[in-house]
Structures are given as structure tokens and as C-alpha cells.
């Protein structure tokens, strides 16, 4: 099986997260990253960042679309001329499954769960619906969070998307999570304190600690 990275929306901790699964179970289990969309690579892409701090774990795979601008997904294919094809998508992920059926994927999701991927309103939630995988939702620890994670999550259910867990990034906070759990029905799986530097030592410290009871192993065995 393979577990998808989902978040609240933009800059809420995604590709961090990505990387401290990976660090805390790359060593146990066979696993590859993947981010299938990308945007704002002119500013750094995020399979660069995951390859600088685990990539001695774990291979990180080509994303299928990756587009500069820092835009939504289908504003940043039109910029570029371009389309993206759910159905590529798809075949991507068969493809990848091939390569290898001992190996289970991490793959990072872009943006938040409505964010559209083509013109015609094919949104993450439908690429994800398709992808039959389970969810692992990121979000932040501070004020707002418990709005955007329960209407996140509303809309995961609704789709009949299942949901692996939460993932709190930032400073503890034991109301909010309380919140979320008990008015989302969702168990916090793990939070994940500010990491600087954001460097492989902090990253590997880091995972020491994330997901003590293993909640999220049987997913990517």
C-alpha cells in the first residue's frame, strides 16, 4: 500500500512531513517519494529538497508535471501551454507500482484538497478519489487550524477518501489538537515541532519521534 500527503492548503508543512516519514521508516520498509504535481519549481522543488535530506534512504521519483510559476496547478499548466491529464496521472501511478510491487510510496500532494488541477475542475479531491490510497492530512498547530482541518477532512469523507490520520507542524498545542480529534474524529497521529535548520540532522532527529505507536507503518507495508 502507499499513503498520500495531503494538507490544509499551501505552506502548512507537507514536504517536511514527507521527509520525517521517510526518515523515520526508510530504513525498515522499501519506499520512494513521489510529488505527481508540482508548481513553483523556479523557487526550489520540493523532490530537491526531499532528495537532499533522505535521499540516502529512499529514491525519490520524477514528478510527472512540474511547472515554475507558483501558482495553482491548472493556472500553472496554462502558463506553460500545457495540460494536465488525469489520466497520465493515473498511469503514472500503475507504472510506478510496476517498477517495483515490494515497494510502497510516499506521494506529496500540491496545495489543498480543492485546489483545481485542470480548467474543467478535475480538483486534487478527484485525483486522490481515483487514486484509491489513504490520506495522511498536514496541518498547522496555530490559530485556524481546527476550521481547516475539519473542513478538510469533511471533504475527504465525503469522497469516501480514507483518512490515515493528522499531522500537527508547529508549536504544541494540546487545545487544538484536542479539538481535532474529538470534533473531527481523527486521531493526531503525530506533531511535528518548527525543524531548524532544515537539515538532514535535524530532519533525522526529528523522526525519532514521530509516530511512537506506529499508527502509520501498515500503511506503506
Not at 480514507?162 to 479539538?179: H, I, K, Q, S, T
Request: with cysteine; glycine share 8%; aromatic share 4%.
Amino acid at each position: 500500500m502507499s499513503l498520500v500527503v495531503i494538507g490544509t492548503g499551501t505552506e502548512v508543512g507537507k514536504t517536511v512531513t514527507c521527509a520525517v516519514l521517510l526518515a523515520r521508516y526508510g530504513k525498515s520498509l522499501q519506499l520512494a517519494y513521489w510529488k505527481p504535481v508540482a508548481t513553483g519549481a523556479s523557487e526550489g522543488s520540493d523532490s530537491e529538497f526531499v532528495k537532499r535530506i533522505v535521499g540516502h534512504l529512499v529514491p525519490v521519483l520524477d514528478e510527472r508535471y512540474s511547472f515554475s510559476p507558483p501558482l495553482s496547478p491548472h493556472l500553472a499548466a496554462r502558463r506553460h501551454r500545457k495540460t494536465i491529464e488525469p489520466e497520465a496521472l493515473l498511469e503514472a501511478l500503475v507504472a510506478h507500482g510496476l517498477e517495483d510491487e515490494d515497494r510502497s510510496l510516499v506521494i506529496e500532494g500540491v496545495g489543498g484538497l480543492l485546489v483545481p488541477l485542470t480548467s474543467s475542475g478535475y480538483l486534487l479531491a478527484d485525483l486522490l478519489r481515483d487514486f484509491h490510497l489513504p490520506c495522511l492530512l498536514v496541518a498547522t498547530s496555530t490559530l485556524g487550524t481546527i476550521n481547516h482541518t475539519l473542513l478538510t477532512l469533511e471533504a475527504l469523507r465525503s469522497r469516501r477518501i480514507e483518512v490515515a490520520g493528522v499531522v500537527l507542524n508547529g508549536p504544541r498545542n494540546r487545545d487544538n489538537r484536542e479539538a481535532i480529534e474529538r470534533f473531527g474524529e481523527a486521531e493526531v497521529v503525530a506533531e511535528i515541532p518548527l525543524v531548524r535548520p532544515l537539515s538532514r540532522a535535524a530532519v533525522l532527529r526529528t523522526a525519532r519521534n514521530f509516530d511512537r505507536r506506529g499508527r502509520l507503518k501498515r500503511y506503506l507495508m
